[in-house]
């Protein structure tokens, strides 16, 4: 099966520095297969026997501390999943991202979310990914740290553009 990986915060200033050398060779190590990595943030792409995406994921967290001494959260989804999450892509104004949720939020948390006027910003989204329209990314106060504390769930975000990419 194909898998994407995708880490929480590499690469973002001092911290949590990664080589794209070093992820490839902890995924090989592993035992996954044709591993490709993508720009310099945490994605990659492999192949794995395996069918779980979140054992998959405590996995890599676990070899990115043991061999690197990392702490970075971990999000592994199928291609399929994220080509769905493309597919299912609103029109949405501005700068857009795709927030990938580590787990399903309560349905409560969730739905109290998308129910928040966040104006400017657009979001849509459901227990699985949400989709953020942003008027200037770079002022928002919707941010990724922010949806986690809300939701109580690890999320990331990529441009449509880098999701399409990695499939």
Request: proline fraction near 5%; hydrophobic fraction near 45%.
């Amino acid at each position: 099966m194909r898998w994407v990986l995708l880490l929480r915060a590499v690469n973002l200033g001092p911290t949590n520095k990664l080589a794209m050398t070093d992820l490839k060779r902890v995924l090989e190590s592993l035992g996954h297969t044709d591993v490709t990595t993508f720009l310099n943030s945490g994605n990659a792409t492999f192949t794995s026997p395996k069918r779980s995406a979140q054992k998959l994921a405590t996995e890599v967290e676990e070899a990115l501390t043991k061999e690197l001494g990392l702490h970075v959260r971990a999000c592994v989804r199928t291609q399929a999943v994220l080509r769905k999450a493309l597919e299912d892509l609103p029109d949405l104004p501005g700068y857009v991202a795709i927030c990938v949720l580590f787990d399903p939020p309560s349905p409560t948390a969730l739905k109290e979310f998308l129910g928040t006027s966040w104006a400017p910003e657009a979001v849509r989204g459901n227990d699985q990914v949400l989709y953020l329209g942003f008027e200037n990314a770079a002022k928002t106060k919707l941010t990724n740290a922010r949806i986690e504390k809300l939701l109580g769930v690890g999320a990331t975000a990529r441009t449509p553009a880098t999701l399409a990419k990695l499939l």
